[in-house]
Structure formats: C-alpha cells, structure tokens
C-alpha cells in the first residue's frame, strides 16, 4: 500500500508521461479542419455546391497490436506529411483523393488515446485526464483562428493563396510534433502500458496494477481476447446508444468548428474564432473536476447538448451579427463540453480491455457519422444564415436530450435490481473470480456509472 502522499506522488508521474504528449498530438489532428475555407480553398478549387460537403465526408469517413508509443507517433507522422501535401493540390478530385487519405492517417487517434487513458487510469479520475488532453482540441480552435490569420500573410507568395499555406505550414508543424513524440518514445518519456511502467518504482507498479484490475469489480477485468467479445461488444445496448448519442453530439462539434460564419471580413472572421475555444476550454477542464468528484457524468452531457441547442437557436433567429456570435459561444461550449463526457461515460460502464476498446472505437466511428451529416447539411449556397444546417443540428440535439436521461434512467434501474438481488441472495450465491470476470459488466457486484 502507499500512503495518501505517494499515490499523489505516482499519479503526477503517470500524468506527465502521458498527458502532455496526447494532448499534443491530438492538437495537431484538429488543427487543420476548418479555416483554410475563409482563405480562398472555395473559390480557387470551385467547390460549388456539395463539392466542399463531399471533400468533408471524404475525410469523416475514412477510420493493441502495435505499442502506443509507436502506434501514435505514426499515425500523426502520416497524416502531416499528407496535410502538407494537401497545400500542394490544384483541382477538386486532387482535394478529395488527399483528403481520404488524411482521414485514413487521422482515423485511429482519438479512439487511441482515449483507449490508451482508459488503461491508466480509474474510472471516476478519467474525466480529468480526458479533459485535460480534449482541452488541447478545444485549445486547437482558438490556435487555428490565430495561426491562419497569421499565415494569411504569406498569400500570394510563391504563387500559393492563403489557404495553401495554411495546409503546408500546419502540416509541417504536425510532422515536427510527431517527430518530437517518435524521440520522446525512444527515451522512453511517452510509454505504453502499466505493466510495463518502468519508470515506476516496483511497489508503484504493483499498486496501480492492483487499484486498476480492482476498479470496476472485485474479480478485476478480463485482459485476454476472445471472439465472443465482438458480438458482446456490438450488440450491447449501452455500447450502441452512447454511440447514436456520440452523433448527436458530433453533429455540433463539426458543424460550429467548419463553419462559423459571422458575416464580417476574411481576417475578423478568423479572429472571432478564438474567444469561443478559450473559454469552452476553461469551462471543459471546471466541469471535468466537478464530474470526477462527484462521480457523475450525464448531468454534464445533458447541460451541454442543452446550451448547442440554445445556441443554434439563437442561430436560426433573425437576430444581428452580434447576438449570433454569442450564440456560438453557447454552441462552442456545449459540443466541447458533452463529447469527452460521453466517452468516458461509457468506458466507465464497459468491464473489459477489449470491449471497451470496441466500445470507444464504435462510439467515435458513430461520431465521424456525425461529422460527414454536419458536412453535408451545411451548404455552400446557404451562406449566411445556414438554416437548413441548423434545423438539422437542432434536430439531432433534441435526439440526444433524449436519449442521454433515458440511459441514465435505465443505469438506475440496473443498479437498483443489483442492489436488490444482492440483498435477496444474501451471500447465498457465489461466483468465482473467473466467472465473475467473464460477466464483466453484468456482474452482480458490478455498478454503473450515472
């Protein structure tokens, strides 16, 4: 056992070998998705009409072998060199082809490192973890508005317009960040999985081994792969609600971060971007802390899929510039706030390494569902006041309000069947450990997370 001090002390080792580096990497993968647009891509590629949508869904579609610490870096190598090249492309087909490939590059990130935190941390300190490193996504959105602003300047040069830059200079950036990452796992700074934390000391590791396979269930979690899983996995109800939800969630998040038009002029528009992302940042890493502490994840999904909605209303309306721009404060904050919370909500209910690796992946799969419907809602010739997006977006997010308190009730319900069952059994019926570990999430002694 270690004393309250030194398990503080383990947990600050395991967060600075992981945290920085996610969340860096992760930065980098939403750091060219939406401002290239303001700087010329439409017009000189002539993406009229669904032509812009398509090369949207062209990169939404595309999506324990290998190490993480090797897995990860690749990945964000790949898809800078192809981010960069993309700022090279001179016609539509070049856009959608790189474009595919940037998603096929980008697709195994997110379900990676959410999945790679799952396996380092308990469940009810996941949330701060994941908004700590979601916080560099959000972060993403006000460092774009600033870097293309910036990088605007260089249109022209070399016979490239702005948003040619734009690609090449974040591309170039991302494969720096990934050769950074490559280094760091060759000196072994950003690691793999627990039972190979060398960097801890041999009774560190046994504590964390020990408080991991001990977090959802006496018995601990089965750790081997076994083809009943997959179907476990798929049909689970759980898995396949949070995953509709995850796209009504991702309908916002996509939405708001490609197109936030606000009438103005190229360089205010790219500007007015970043004040959104600095406080939905804020407000994810406040309400992460709360959700850990109490222990508690859907109040937080539901209040943010109830400010989108409040702000794409104020969207839709026929009000000025100035209250619109409020408006994507709201749907900002929102979107940013509900998409972690949702996914640690469901690998807090999932028992397993396996399936609740299949779980995140599906989940994050239905929100690149969610990405390519956004991408194609939203058109060109709706510009300015989007309204048939935003009827969309207010559709899904009216979904999503109820499907996120029906899956709270039914976790209740579950938990109060438990307690009710172990009170009637009154230690009559006995499980070995192993029987107890292939039950997993529908183990007696195991209790969801609301």
């Not at 939406?34 to 579609?61: M, P």
């Not at 990945?75 to 790189?98: C, D, E, F, H, R």
């Not at 172990?422 to 209790?447: C, H, S």
Request: net charge positive.
């Amino acid at each position: 056992m270690l004393t309250a001090e030194e398990e503080k002390r383990l947990w600050r080792k395991v967060d600075m070998r992981l945290i920085p580096i996610s969340t860096l990497l992760y930065l980098m993968s939403y750091l060219d998705r939406g401002n290239a647009k303001l700087e010329g891509l439409i017009t000189q590629l002539d993406l009229t009409g669904q032509r812009y949508n398509t090369a949207l869904v062209s990169f939404a579609v595309a999506y324990h072998k290998l190490r993480p610490s090797r897995w990860l870096p690749g990945l964000t190598l790949a898809w800078g060199i192809v981010a960069t090249l993309m700022g090279l492309v001179k016609s539509y087909p070049q856009l959608v082809a790189v474009r595919v490939c940037l998603g096929i590059a980008e697709s195994g990130m997110s379900p990676g490192i959410y999945y790679l935190l799952s396996l380092w941390y308990p469940k009810h300190m996941l949330q701060w973890r994941f908004g700590l490193f979601w916080g560099g996504a959000t972060c993403s959105g006000a460092f774009s508005g600033l870097i293309a602003y910036g990088i605007s300047f260089l249109s022209g040069t070399d016979g490239l317009l702005g948003w040619s830059w734009i690609f090449i200079v974040e591309g170039l950036a991302t494969v720096a960040v990934a050769i950074l990452a490559h280094i760091s796992s060759i000196f072994q700074v950003f690691v793999d999985l627990p039972d190979t934390a060398y960097f801890l000391s041999p009774t560190e590791r046994a504590f964390l081994l020990h408080r991991l396979r001990n977090d959802h269930s006496a018995a601990g979690e089965e750790e081997r792969f076994e083809l009943r899983q997959i179907p476990r996995a798929l049909l689970d109800w759980k898995i396949v609600i949070a995953s509709i939800t995850d796209v009504t969630i991702s309908m916002p998040l996509y939405g708001i971060s490609v197109f936030l038009p606000f009438g103005f002029d190229v360089v205010t528009s790219q500007l007015l971007t970043v004040p959104p992302y600095i406080l939905a940042t804020v407000i994810v890493l406040i309400c992460s802390i709360y959700s850990d502490r109490l222990r508690l994840r859907s109040p937080f999904v539901f209040a943010g899929l109830v400010l989108a909605l409040v702000g794409y209303g104020v969207n839709i309306a026929d009000v000025s510039i100035g209250v619109k721009y409020f408006g994507t404060y709201l749907v900002v904050i929102g979107a940013y706030l509900s998409a972690p919370m949702v996914i640690t909500w469901l690998g807090n209910n999932c028992v397993g390494h396996y399936k609740r690796g299949m779980g995140i992946g599906m989940q994050v799969m239905f929100g690149n569902i969610g990405g390519v419907i956004a991408s194609n809602v939203y058109r060109v010739q709706d510009a300015p006041r989007y309204f048939r997006g935003h009827v969309f977006e207010m559709a899904f997010i009216a979904l999503g309000l109820v499907l996120v308190p029906l899956t709270a009730l039914f976790y209740i319900i579950g938990n109060r069947r438990r307690d009710a069952s172990q009170r009637d059994a009154d230690g009559k019926v006995e499980y070995t450990a192993e029987e107890l570990r292939k039950l997993g999430d529908q183990a007696p002694d195991f209790r969801y997370t609301l």
